[in-house]
DNA sequence: CTGTCCATGTAAGGCGTTACATGATTGT
DNA sequence: ACAATCATGTAACGCCTTACATGGACAG
């Protein structure tokens, strides 16, 4: 289970409020691991009991408590385990291609409208990530990127890849519907091997 | 929710027993759409409840009665409205991102031993889907490719893409750390872009 | 004075997994 | 004799989502 580990992470940087970690989740990782505000709340009060993390209660008249977690030894460990194990296989699920599967049952238009809508919004978190990716160009200008920003890049390169992958091989679909071409495409354009 | 969509879409074909579904599930769609067993008979009983399917008992003596499940006609309405829909913005949870995100908490040597490990196992299912491309262009050796073949090609070439670009993401990754070299990577070499 | 931000949670439901349980038939 | 295949399900748990609920501070 990646999110309390996902905690652990942000709290092994700096002591959060439940309230802090969301945001530092829809600022950075949202894109590969989206956490919504109760499952946060929740997860937080299991690693607490846990012994993963501990808190301090600050009380406020006439408010509710602020709880401040932060990384116990045990919880510092248990981070460092994870992210050094390899990862079991895990499975994926896209619903996408389920809607390609079965597209005997629809007709071409119906299909390329799908297909087309997709590409759209492939398109547009390309140009988002694009955009990212430019402004930590202006941040780390030169050669001067350090190692900490380095995995925080990693990942928006992945983004990049992932997402300029999915528009290729949807505009190639879109195009041999249209033409309908049901012939398999060469391997190499497949696997993007060079010539 | 995509599993009542390809059972009804598996049912389109032909009427076929929870179990029947089970190894069409394993034959064909596991890649991007696993389904365990459990699963599939609660599922086949929700539908039913609503009326998309219905189902013939085979009573046989001294066993278990055999159901045989098919579509109705408004089961038949519902997977084609659904495959003619594009589907809402879909969040994908990536732990291996959440590991190399936050792998500052973790060496050089141990980082890279977790992306080889990524790397072998991306390398292994490029291989398969490989085989398996390999055995489809035997089945339809020329230019006789049926549109029926077609979206089930189609879904593999997906796969081939994908893990393609994982692996070459993970490559350029290990070469980096390996280096120590901490610069973002030209945005071209990421998006595959053709010069 | 209305809405957004800060900050906390609870409740209910959906989807998926793992493990358990049964029992005849067919293959080695 | 033993295992795999055919064929059905139940039980319990885990993770995530949506919606609901509270209430002060501050900005337009």
């Known amino acids: 289970m990646s999110l309390k580990h996902a905690i652990l992470g942000f ?17 950075s990782v949202r894109h590969f ?37 932060h990384l116990t030894e045990t919880g510092l460990a248990e981070l460092r385990r994870w992210l050094a194990a390899p990862l079991p296989m895990q499975e994926t699920r896209e619903p996408l291609l389920v809607q390609v599967f079965f597209a005997g049952q629809i007709t071409d238009a119906e299909l390329l409208s799908v ?21 930590q160009l202006e ?20 983004g990049l890849a992932a997402y300029a992958a999915l528009g290729r091989w949807l505009l190639a679909a879109i195009r041999r519907v249209e033409a309908q071409d049901y012939a398999p495409a060469p391997l190499p354009d497949l696997i993007g091997a060079q010539a």
Do not use: C
């Open 139 to 158: 941040g780390f200008p030169a050669l001067a990127a350090p190692r900490s920003a380095f995995f925080s890049t990693l990942t928006l390169e992945y």
């Open 33 to 69: 691991w989206p956490a919504n505000q109760s499952q946060i709340y929740r997860t937080l009060a299991e690693l607490d009991a846990e012994g993963l993390v501990s808190k301090d209660v600050i009380a406020r008249e006439d408010r509710l408590d602020m709880k401040v977690y």
């Open 11 to 27: 709290l092994s940087l700096s002591p959060l409020t439940g309230y802090d970690l969301k945001k530092h989740f829809d600022q």
């Open 115 to 135: 297909l087309r809508s997709q590409l759209a919004e492939a398109e547009a978190v390309l140009a988002a990530l694009t955009a990212i990716y430019h402004q």
